[in-house]
């Protein structure tokens, strides 16, 4: 059962999967949102990944409709926090679909309510769909590789509509990513899986981008964030829909495509035992992003440049994952020495 610790406020919140109390203020809230299917009977909760705080929400009769993504139960995260998280994520998800992110093929998911009191709970329309991760997956597993090919030809196209739009003459300086790889690499040295010898090696490498301030030499505009294979859906073969907003912010355009690129060799390399596999559609992917922002060849060699910095940014990220076996994390630490050399 769920819903009478979700009354006392966000002070103790306690959201587990079950039925939720139809006494209960969740219940009440949910049932005036939008979008939800049934009207009467119960509601249940149930967990759509053990590593997130994130629900479905079902109806007793009908298809799901609601997602939940409770903030103020993420271990570690202050009240005050988890509300203003809830509160970006909900305004850059309007923010989008106002400005043209609202319907097909390129779009952010329909945001419906949010509440302070219950969790910090954002309420987001249910998308029916497979992700990113199922393709990469067919195409590892099934050699389906066309289904990977025009998926990634839709997040390319998400990203260059994301970038193209929202540019911006401020620049974020270099050593504000560097910072952020060094932050990475000291949360990888907790983890006694990977060997300080393997992570030393970054140090001067990264020092060497640091000084090469040419390199960085670009404008900045609105980012996704956390562009991971997980945080797009395709609910139709031409549609691509964007979740998981709460790390958007201005920074290089490359960041996204480097995140995603480093997801895409991640897979690759730890399904296949072929890192190799990756490299035909990271370059497709790249490619196809470059000739949707109308980019010259020539004007698109530094971007290329930068691309490595932000892939080995994204393969120490997935390197934090300690459920990953510890030989594949210190070969993405490894892989991410390579990117920068």
Not at 22 to 46: I, K, N
Not at 87 to 109: A, D, H, I, S
Not at 150 to 166: C, I, P, T, V
């Amino acid at each position: 059962m769920l819903g009478s610790s979700l009354s006392k406020g966000r002070s103790d919140p306690t959201i587990s999967e079950g039925k939720i109390d139809p006494g209960s203020p969740l219940y009440r809230f949910l049932q005036e949102l939008p979008g939800l299917s049934a009207r009467q009977g119960s509601l249940s909760l149930q967990r759509l990944s053990p590593k997130t705080c994130v629900f479905l929400c079902k109806p007793d009769s009908g298809p799901p409709s609601l997602v939940c993504k409770f903030f103020a139960v993420r271990p570690g995260l202050p009240a005050d926090e988890a509300c203003s998280l809830m509160r970006y994520e909900l305004m850059c998800l309007k923010r989008l679909r106002l400005e043209g992110f609202n319907g097909p093929p390129t779009q952010v998911v329909r945001p419906l309510g949010s509440h302070a009191e219950m969790g910090c709970v954002l309420v987001e329309e249910f998308v029916m769909g497979e992700d990113l991760d199922h393709a990469i997956a067919a195409a590892v597993h099934r050699g389906d590789d066309q289904c990977l090919v025009s998926r990634l030809h839709l997040a390319a196209a998400f990203f260059a509509e994301l970038h193209e739009r929202h540019q911006v003459r401020r620049r974020i300086p270099s050593y504000r990513y560097c910072q952020e790889f060094r932050r990475m690499v000291t949360a990888l040295s907790r983890a006694e899986e990977i060997p300080e010898s393997d992570l030393d090696r970054l140090s001067p490498l990264v020092r060497r981008w640091e000084a090469g301030a040419e390199k960085w030499d670009a404008e900045s505009t609105l980012l996704h964030g956390d562009a991971t294979p997980t945080n797009f859906l395709f609910p139709e073969e031409d549609v691509i829909v964007g979740i998981d907003l709460e790390r958007m912010r201005l920074g290089d355009p490359m960041l996204d495509l480097g995140f995603l690129t480093a997801d895409l060799k991640h897979h690759f390399a730890f399904r296949a035992h072929c890192a190799q596999g990756a490299e035909p559609f990271i370059h497709d992917f790249l490619e196809f992003y470059r000739r949707r922002r109308g980019l010259a060849k020539a004007d698109f060699t530094s971007c290329l440049d930068r691309h490595r910095f932000f892939m080995a940014l994204g393969e120490l990220r997935i390197a934090r994952d300690p459920s990953l076996h510890p030989g594949h994390r210190r070969w993405l630490v490894a892989e991410a020495a390579r990117c920068l050399s």
